[in-house]
């Protein structure tokens, strides 16, 4: 018997459905991207899946179930601006134990709503069911786009500029608080939680945002990226699974990595250095992705983009170029959950 | 504070979802049918989304894992065929518990493939996480079809002819033969399970078939149902839901609902009524329709349709008329899952 520990989340995915293959015409990508593909004539149908599992993606004791729900939904639409698509409805199934109240359903809903009414996406179904113990979310959503201007992981070629966009390593940091004021308050309930001057990488954990602004600025911009995916699982992660799937290498360098001032000093604070925080913390929610060098102009004068780096041949392997201007190996970590 | 059990489940639904309204074009259908409606143009596109959770929906001691994957898959391809649509794409989202092995979750997928084959349609996406307790299986099914063909629950008028297909019941007691037999091997360990001659009703409960060949002969026939539903909560439940969404009331004759004798052998050993069994037991995954009378024709030569009644106008109410020539309001129970 195979401990599923041993494969890894994205191993495991694979393993699993690999022995799928697509049989209708109109299933144009099926796994292994951040949405499903499905052609209807005059443009394309986008569907993304999640699961938030209390206990492991959320911890109810410092997370307001307001911010929990309009979590559930940015994450998702998230992964439909990834393929540089726009998210048109949402469904979602929540199973709850009987500790909950209606009134903790309506809070968890009013985010939900709230996020909808943000990214002007429609609550069209869903599934409410309990569950012996805690809560899971799983949240569906639907975009569109036309054909040509839906951006795959597997797109990159070497030469292309690798852009990414905000800072990273914020949500991380910030979860790091929240689990250092948890730990504090278990010893010492009388302490109160100390939260002070911490609102930018709370926020970023709590309440983050997807980047509907830079699909938009791309349409505007005629700008088709080769290939992008949105940064769940820390820049390293993601990086390795767009060269994976183009067929290249990359080159980073950590000057051009953006991270805001506030994780910098946090980051110091926690004995952490603040590129891994940025290159293996997850849940910024940002975008990382490629284009044509010959696209850069689209790029210049567009705000919060930074050009960290290039891609390469893939015999060139994954690097980090340092501040101090060493070469090494970048190593996908990402989030274990098993 | 409100216990979510005052509500049931519908009435939590509504209840969550009543401050939604759809604010996108394509949004069709939103929260209320058996799936989301999204147009297309040329022709819509339709998304259900169901959860199962071990220790509320499916019980692991019985229920062979290969098994649960086929019929969490025809569960949602259920209710899309319950739109008079084709279900095409399905994206399933697991949160498992250390204890499952590599090796069982190739069980599981083993019979989400065996469902894809068998209804060609493609597994497209999904996410696999880690869970503290258990296995939560979330299933999104996408459809598509005409937007003439579409079929709701709000499309009966008085007069129309209430169909039924296949027979009903048989997955309840399928269900409590299982739950028996648990119950006596916990007791006796060493007592083998009596399974004898139950092929049919256990294969009713663990490998449900959804209704695709009505579908296609509803096509084949030019036959559009006024309304349509899958009866996942049993005859009664839906048939509720057909009314209320039409505004109707409806008239069901108990000899025209259609119960395989082994049903009535075995609802009268758990000195059950074989009416209940199929008013209110679950899981049969058979369609409950409404047709034009001026169809009859459609459907006299079509195999495994039954007519059991008549809808009315909404003052009639809703009622059943038993063998014995008596009239007596039907009660909606349906499953109470919290």
Known sequence: MT?????????????????????????????????????????????STDMLVEGIHFDLSYTPLKHLGYKAIVVNLSDIYAMNAHPRQVLVSIAISSKYTVEALEELYAGIKAACETYQVDLVGGDTTSSPRGMTISVTAIGEAKKERITYRSGARPGDLICITGDLGAAYLGLQILEREKRIWQEHPDIQPDLEGQA?????????????????????????????????????SELFHLCKQSGTGALIEESGVPIHLDTQLMAIKFRLDPITCALSGGEDYELLFTIDPRDTDKIRFLP??????????????????TKGGKLHDLKAQGWRHF
């Not at 401990?3 to 697509?22: A, C, M, W």
């Not at 602004?213 to 290939?227: G, Q, R, Y």
């Not at 983009?305 to 392997?317: N, P, V």
Request: charged fraction near 25%.
């Open 3 to 47: 401990d599923v520990n041993t494969l890894g989340e994205f191993g495991l995915i694979e393993h699993l459905t690999k022995p799928f293959s697509l049989r209708n015409p109109s299933s144009i990508k099926g796994v292994g991207d951040d949405a499903a593909v499905i052609d209807n004539g005059t443009h394309c149908t986008l569907v």
């Open 200 to 236: 930018y990488l709370i926020g970023r954990q709590l309440k983050p945002e997807a980047r509907r602004d830079m699909i938009e600025a791309f349409e505007k911009n005629s700008l088709v990226p080769t290939s992008m995916i949105d940064i769940s699982d820390g820049l390293a």
């Open 304 to 321: 919060d983009i930074y050009i960290a780096g290039e891609m390469l041949t893939s015999d060139a392997g994954i690097k980090l170029s």
